[in-house]
């Protein structure tokens, strides 16, 4: 089956790989978003969106990381430093970030901040960041190159990104623009499209099964409508490797 | 109308139990001089509100803060800072710990002389349940919405690196961000400006005037301090220096290997620090 859909997705018969799988996957996250600002961090969801804008989102706005906006080009279009990030773009909510997870759990609640006890964390990490205010504020999808129960889990030990439960309970200011999106992993897609706002399992990416998924989460998944991840079609692979990622600095992020 | 001082008379002004905000962003344009100045001092029990980088790493390992309030603390190219996870991991500090966000809105809330500033930034994560000190505020018109009620977070000191600044305190930035250095400024009592050079203020205007950042309103004194970012960046007129602060890192990892980090970078002037780097770098290349 698996290979049946290769051959009708890439004509060139090469063997597809999970990072490429993944990179796919995270400019699906993108589909139809228009003119906002994308905020990919991390490896694989940068590729994404670059990808992403090369093909079925060209109104996406990237920046280099620093103070500006530049185009497919590499052109300077526009200047966003931290401050206006924060004091406009943020609360404006024409954006969509895709942030990283040290923990997630079953509403989307996202951990960056510390491992342990607040107070005296066993590990401390970034800080909450822009977690918080990005969650109640716009979409907001994740990336974890390693799916895991120790990443998945049944309750963060700091809540830096907000789920859907707790957006819920702080009212009205914060759940009106709450929008957790997706979050994409090395093994799967899952979104939070059930009637709790629990996750659901959206797709397996290629060679995983939905029981490997399962193992590797530490809480139930709805998988009453999981698909396979799409694999990425002829015109895509080329531009994955030959334009967004020639040096292949996605494998060493999803290794094959 | 001259206010050129030294780092260390800088660091001469800071008394204990001080709140003092430092401008910067991560492991880029931090007023390092200034914090090296500190680190020579007997200041201790600081406050600090930073968009946190190596001076956090360096003021906590040196024992000088009892509370931080912080969104994150990075060195960018290297996600954590070791001596600040020790700091947090042994229970050595205390810290309010906000939203990148609510960092901002404190300070201008602070900047305007306001009480507060209402945000959605907080709502539903820890940043409320770990400072049970804050309240939300309910919208008097027909929304009704219940927003979070950012306090001001108001500076005795701030300390801030710039490119270029003129002896009577006018500075300028030269790179592609101001970060929130004019916010720091305005929200503190007293603003101390390092710069990679002092000139005249009428070359301040060989770049936009939109890239002065600061009027000498907000600031009380200049240092001149070329290189005084280093090791985070001073776009354009440096980058971070990767390889010095990947030997930070492994040095401050290392308890055995940290004193001596210590007694050969830190223990002299900002002199013999810049000339010791110096010699880093020649031996690396």
Same mark, same amino acid.
């Given at each position: 089956?698996?290979?049946?859909?290769?051959?009708?997705?890439? &004509?060139?018969?090469?063997?597809?790989?999970?990072?490429?799988?993944?990179?796919?996957?995270?400019?699906?996250?993108?589909?139809?978003?228009?003119?906002?600002?994308?905020?990919?961090?991390?490896?694989?969801?940068?590729?994404?969106?670059?990808?992403?804008?090369?093909?079925?989102?060209?109104?996406?706005?990237?920046?280099?990381?620093?103070?500006?906006?530049?185009?497919?080009?590499?052109?300077?279009?526009?200047?966003?430093?931290?401050?206006?990030?924060?004091?406009?773009?943020?609360?404006?909510?024409?954006?969509?970030?895709?942030?990283?997870?040290?923990?997630?759990?079953?509403?989307?609640?996202?951990?960056?901040?510390?491992?342990?006890?607040?107070?005296?964390?066993?590990?401390?990490?970034?800080?909450?960041?822009?977690?918080?205010?990005?969650?109640?504020?716009?979409?907001?999808?994740? %990336?974890?190159?390693?799916?895991?129960?120790?990443?998945?889990? &049944?309750?963060?030990?700091?809540?830096?990104?907000?789920?859907?439960?707790?957006?819920?309970?702080?009212?009205?200011?914060?759940?009106?623009?709450?929008?957790?999106?997706?979050?994409?992993?090395?093994?799967?897609?899952?979104?939070?499209?059930?009637?709790?706002?629990?996750?659901?399992? *959206?797709?397996?990416?290629?060679? *995983?099964?939905?029981?490997?998924?399962?193992?590797?989460?530490?809480?139930?998944?709805?998988?009453?409508?999981?698909?396979?991840?799409?694999?990425?079609?002829?015109?895509?692979?080329?531009?994955?490797?030959?334009?967004? =990622?020639?040096?292949?600095?996605? =494998?060493?992020?999803?290794?094959? | 109308?001259?206010?050129?001082?030294?780092?260390?008379?800088?660091?001469?002004?800071?008394? +204990?139990?001080?709140?003092?905000?430092?401008?910067? %962003?991560?492991? /880029?344009?931090?007023?390092?001089?200034?914090?090296?100045?500190?680190?020579?001092?007997?200041?201790?029990?600081?406050?600090?509100?930073?968009?946190?980088?190596?001076?956090?790493?360096?003021?906590?390992?040196?024992?000088?803060?009892?509370?931080?309030?912080?969104?994150?603390?990075?060195?960018?190219?290297?996600?954590?800072?070791?001596?600040?996870?020790?700091?947090?991991?042994?229970?050595?500090?205390?810290?309010?710990?906000?939203?990148?966000?609510?960092?901002?809105?404190?300070?201008?809330?602070?900047?305007?002389?306001?009480?507060?500033?209402?945000?959605?930034?907080?709502?539903?994560?820890?940043?409320?349940?770990?400072?049970?000190?804050?309240?939300?505020?309910?919208?008097?018109?027909?929304?009704?919405?219940?927003?979070?009620?950012?306090?001001?977070?108001?500076? &005795? *000191?701030?300390?801030?690196?710039?490119?270029?600044?003129?002896?009577?305190?006018?500075?300028?930035?030269?790179?592609? +961000?101001?970060?929130?250095?004019?916010?720091?400024?305005?929200?503190?009592?007293?603003?101390?400006?390092?710069?990679?050079?002092?000139?005249?203020?009428?070359?301040?205007?060989?770049?936009?005037?939109?890239?002065?950042?600061?009027? /000498?309103?907000?600031?009380?004194?200049?240092?001149?301090?070329?290189?005084?970012?280093?090791?985070?960046?001073?776009?354009?007129?440096?980058?971070? &220096?990767?390889?010095?602060?990947?030997?930070?890192?492994?040095?401050?990892?290392?308890?055995?290997? %940290?004193?001596?980090?210590?007694?050969?970078?830190?223990?002299?002037?900002?002199?013999?620090?810049?000339?010791?780097?110096?010699?880093?770098?020649?031996?690396?290349?």
């Amino acid at each position: 089956m698996t290979t049946a859909r290769r051959s009708e997705s890439s &004509d060139n018969g090469d063997d597809v790989t999970r990072a490429e799988v993944a990179v796919v996957a995270c400019a699906e996250l993108f589909r139809d978003a228009g003119e906002i600002v994308a905020s990919p961090m991390g490896l694989i969801p940068s590729l994404g969106a670059k990808l992403a804008r090369l093909t079925f989102a060209p109104g996406l706005l990237l920046s280099d990381g620093e103070a500006y906006l530049l185009d497919a080009d590499g052109q300077v279009e526009g200047w966003q430093p931290f401050k206006k990030v924060l004091d406009v773009v943020v609360p404006h909510g024409t954006r969509h970030v895709v942030m990283g997870a040290n923990q997630i759990d079953r509403f989307g609640n996202q951990n960056i901040s510390a491992i342990g006890d607040h107070a005296r964390p066993d590990r401390q990490l970034l800080g909450v960041r822009g977690a918080p205010g990005n969650t109640v504020n716009h979409r907001t999808s994740y %990336w974890t190159p390693k799916h895991s129960k120790r990443v998945f889990v &049944d309750a963060v030990d700091v809540v830096s990104g907000v789920g859907y439960d707790n957006a819920h309970k702080a009212g009205q200011a914060a759940s009106r623009f709450h929008d957790v999106h997706r979050v994409v992993t090395n093994l799967a897609v899952l979104d939070f499209d059930t009637p709790d706002r629990s996750m659901r399992l *959206v797709s397996v990416h290629p060679g *995983v099964s939905v029981d490997e998924v399962l193992e590797q989460t530490s809480f139930p998944l709805d998988t009453s409508r999981t698909t396979e991840t799409r694999l990425p079609d002829a015109e895509e692979l080329r531009l994955i490797r030959e334009v967004v =990622d020639p040096k292949t600095t996605r =494998d060493k992020e999803v290794p094959s | 109308m001259d206010k050129r001082m030294t780092a260390d008379e800088v660091a001469a002004e800071l008394r +204990d139990g001080m709140t003092i905000g430092i401008g910067g %962003w991560g492991s /880029r344009r931090k007023p390092m001089a200034l914090i090296r100045a500190i680190l020579r001092t007997d200041v201790k029990d600081l406050t600090v509100v930073s968009y946190g980088g190596p001076d956090v790493g360096l003021l906590a390992a040196a024992g000088k803060i009892r509370k931080l309030v912080f969104g994150f603390v990075t060195l960018d190219s290297v996600p954590f800072d070791p001596h600040f996870a020790r700091a947090r991991q042994s229970g050595a500090i205390d810290v309010t710990e906000y939203d990148e966000g609510m960092v901002a809105a404190g300070l201008s809330a602070a900047v305007k002389r306001l009480p507060f500033l209402p945000m959605r930034a907080g709502l539903g994560s820890d940043v409320v349940t770990t400072n049970p000190d804050l309240r939300t505020v309910t919208s008097p018109y027909a929304d009704g919405e219940e927003l979070l009620a950012v306090p001001a977070l108001r500076l &005795d *000191v701030a300390l801030v690196h710039l490119n270029r600044a003129d002896a009577r305190g006018n500075a300028q930035y030269l790179g592609p +961000d101001p970060y929130f250095d004019d916010d720091f400024a305005l929200a503190a009592d007293r603003c101390f400006v390092s710069a990679e050079r002092v000139v005249d203020t009428a070359d301040l205007s060989s770049a936009p005037a939109q890239s002065l950042l600061l009027n /000498r309103g907000a600031v009380t004194g200049v240092v001149a301090a070329p290189h005084g970012a280093h090791f985070t960046s001073a776009a354009p007129d440096y980058g971070r &220096d990767e390889a010095f602060q990947r030997h930070y890192v492994a040095c401050a990892k290392d308890p055995e290997a %940290w004193p001596s980090f210590v007694d050969r970078f830190l223990s002299g002037d900002e002199t013999t620090y810049q000339s010791e780097v110096t010699r880093f770098q020649e031996a690396a290349a």
